[in-house]
Nanobody, 125 residues
Framework: QVELVETGGGLVQAGGSLRLSCAAS????????MAWFRQAPGKERELITA????????YYADSVKGRFTISKDNAKKTVYLQMNSLKPEDTAVYYC??????????????????WGQGTQVTVSS
C-alpha cells in the first residue's frame, strides 16, 4: 500500500512558476516509477513527466519539455514537479502516480498502481 499526497497547486499568471510536491508513504519505492499526469476538462489524462526511482531515468512529454522539471528526494520519498513558463494550456488537475510493478516508464494510466488526490493548477492569460 502506498499513499500519495500532493501539494502546491494554485492560480498563477502566464509565464509564472509553480512547484508541486508528491510525498509517498508506505511501501518501498526502490523499483518504482513516479509520474505526473494531468487532466484538463473534457480531455484524457495524459502523462507529462516521470522518473524511475532507482536509476533516475526521466521522461518528458513534448508539451512540457524545457519548461517542467521532475526531481526526487529519496530520503523524503518525495517527487517534485517544477513548472516554469506556464501557459494557459497547462491548466488542469495534476496527479502524481506510482507504478510499483515495472521499472519502465509507461504512458498508460492503467499501469500505475496508486494515485494522489490531484491538485488544481490554473494559469491565467
Amino acid at each position: 500500500q502506498v499513499e500519495l499526497v500532493e501539494t502546491g497547486g494554485g492560480l498563477v499568471q502566464a509565464g509564472g512558476s509553480l512547484r508541486l510536491s508528491c510525498a509517498a508513504s508506505g511501501r518501498t519505492l526502490r523499483s518504482a516509477v513516479m509520474a505526473w499526469f494531468r487532466q484538463a476538462p473534457g480531455k484524457e489524462r495524459e502523462l507529462i513527466t516521470a522518473i524511475s526511482w532507482s536509476g533516475g531515468t526521466t521522461y518528458y512529454a513534448d508539451s512540457v519539455k524545457g519548461r517542467f522539471t521532475i526531481s526526487k528526494d529519496n530520503a523524503k520519498k518525495t517527487v517534485y514537479l517544477q513548472m516554469n513558463s506556464l501557459k494557459p494550456e497547462d491548466t488542469a488537475v495534476y496527479y502524481c502516480a506510482v507504478d510499483l510493478t515495472r521499472p519502465i516508464i509507461s504512458s498508460r494510466p492503467r499501469a500505475y498502481d496508486y494515485w494522489g488526490q490531484g491538485t488544481q493548477v490554473t494559469v491565467s492569460s
